[in-house]
């Protein structure tokens, strides 16, 4: 009896210890970008079926200053067709910049039923680029109709220094007319803000000191250097795949910092992330999760 108790008190001295070494983030790249058109609310809807823990997704500003879900600030050819239903051609895709258009004009377009090269498995139907306030109720609605976990939310804020008043606002007005949905929608507490421009975390992490962030990587630079140009220490350390290995999984976590690599497609490429101890996954086939072996989530 003494034994069995002296195990229940280890047991649950190491057991909190556990559960967090385990947690692991399931994010969906766009909401499902692989199986449906990215950032619509059908492919949002569809990764919460799938089973996801956080719903990745873009946000650009229209002229009428809407936030609305979109990877580009303009109309990108491999996947929109005008209102008129025509294709958009590579070279002119920049000339439909969404920052000079009013929300009411950029709904008409279709995103979701053009075949996408890249992605010859997606659903096609009839889409349009909605307003974050529409996903985040449509989200919300979903889940508490059918029983499901609340998600996160990642949001991403798509600024380059080139395209300040070009094609969005300045960094601080941008982060601000994302944090005012947020805030309204009273989710601010299941959000982590993302972004490559550190002008954007920055921006967060002064105004808003308690919101998660994410620094997100893409070329193959010093962990610690861009940790001292952000001048903060995020919640997550966000790098394109190919640049994770175990050196920089370890300098993460010693930095107090998790680490969720993008965007992981194949359950290869998973399970050895996975094995590298990394924290969670963006992948754009969030259905892939199911079949690799994944830490509890606590």
Same mark, same amino acid.
């Given at each position: 009896?003494?034994?069995? =108790?002296?195990?229940?008190?280890?047991?649950?001295?190491?057991?909190?210890?556990?559960?967090?070494?385990?947690?692991?983030? !399931?994010?969906?790249?766009?909401?499902?970008?692989?199986?449906?058109? +990215?950032?619509?609310?059908?492919?949002?809807?569809?990764?919460?079926?799938?089973?996801?823990?956080? =719903?990745?997704?873009?946000?650009?500003?229209?002229?009428?200053?809407?936030?609305?879900?979109?990877?580009?600030? @303009?109309?990108?050819?491999?996947?929109? =067709?005008?209102?008129?239903?025509?294709?958009?051609?590579?070279?002119?895709?920049?000339?439909?910049?969404?920052?000079?258009?009013? @929300?009411?004009?950029?709904?008409?377009?279709?995103?979701?039923? /053009?075949?996408?090269?890249?992605?010859?498995?997606?659903?096609? @139907?009839?889409?349009?680029?909605? =307003?974050?306030?529409?996903?985040?109720?449509?989200? +919300?609605?979903?889940?508490?109709?059918?029983?499901?976990?609340?998600?996160?939310?990642?949001?991403?804020?798509?600024?380059?220094? !080139?395209?300040?008043?070009?094609?969005?606002?300045?960094?601080?007005?941008?982060?601000?007319?994302?944090?005012?949905?947020? +805030?309204?929608?009273?989710?601010? /507490?299941?959000?982590?803000?993302?972004?490559?421009?550190?002008?954007?975390?920055? @921006?967060?992490?002064?105004? *808003?000191?308690?919101?998660?962030?994410?620094?997100?990587?893409?070329?193959?630079?010093?962990?610690?250097?861009?940790?001292?140009?952000?001048?903060?220490?995020?919640?997550?350390?966000?790098?394109?795949?190919?640049?994770?290995?175990?050196?920089?999984?370890?300098?993460?976590?010693?930095?107090?910092?998790?680490?969720?690599?993008?965007?992981?497609?194949?359950? !290869?490429?998973?399970?050895?992330?996975?094995?590298?101890?990394?924290?969670?996954?963006?992948?754009? *086939?969030?259905?892939?999760?199911?079949?690799?072996?994944?830490?509890? !989530?606590?």
């Amino acid at each position: 009896m003494m034994m069995k =108790l002296k195990i229940a008190i280890l047991l649950a001295l190491t057991l909190p210890f556990a559960a967090n070494a385990q947690s692991f983030d !399931k994010q969906g790249s766009r909401g499902a970008r692989g199986l449906m058109p +990215e950032n619509t609310i059908g492919g949002m809807l569809r990764a919460l079926d799938l089973g996801v823990t956080t =719903l990745g997704m873009n946000v650009v500003i229209s002229k009428d200053n809407q936030v609305v879900l979109s990877h580009e600030p @303009y109309f990108n050819n491999e996947i929109s =067709l005008t209102p008129a239903g025509k294709p958009i051609p590579l070279k002119d895709e920049r000339s439909f910049n969404m920052y000079k258009m009013d @929300y009411a004009e950029i709904k008409k377009f279709d995103v979701g039923s /053009k075949l996408h090269s890249r992605f010859p498995g997606q659903q096609k @139907y009839k889409a349009y680029k909605p =307003l974050l306030s529409e996903v985040i109720d449509s989200v +919300e609605a979903y889940v508490k109709l059918h029983k499901l976990p609340k998600p996160n939310y990642g949001i991403e804020i798509k600024t380059v220094r !080139k395209g300040d008043l070009e094609f969005h606002p300045e960094p601080g007005e941008f982060t601000q007319l994302v944090m005012d949905v947020v +805030e309204k929608k009273k989710i601010s /507490k299941r959000t982590i803000i993302q972004a490559f421009d550190v002008r954007s975390l920055q @921006y967060v992490h002064e105004k *808003y000191p308690k919101m998660r962030t994410a620094l997100m990587i893409d070329e193959k630079e010093d962990f610690e250097n861009n940790i001292k140009d952000l001048g903060f220490t995020p919640t997550v350390y966000s790098p394109y795949s190919v640049l994770v290995g175990k050196g920089l999984v370890d300098r993460c976590h010693a930095a107090g910092i998790k680490i969720i690599p993008w965007t992981v497609n194949s359950p !290869k490429e998973i399970q050895y992330m996975v094995g590298l101890g990394v924290d969670g996954i963006i992948t754009d *086939y969030p259905n892939l999760f199911s079949g690799v072996d994944l830490p509890v !989530k606590k």
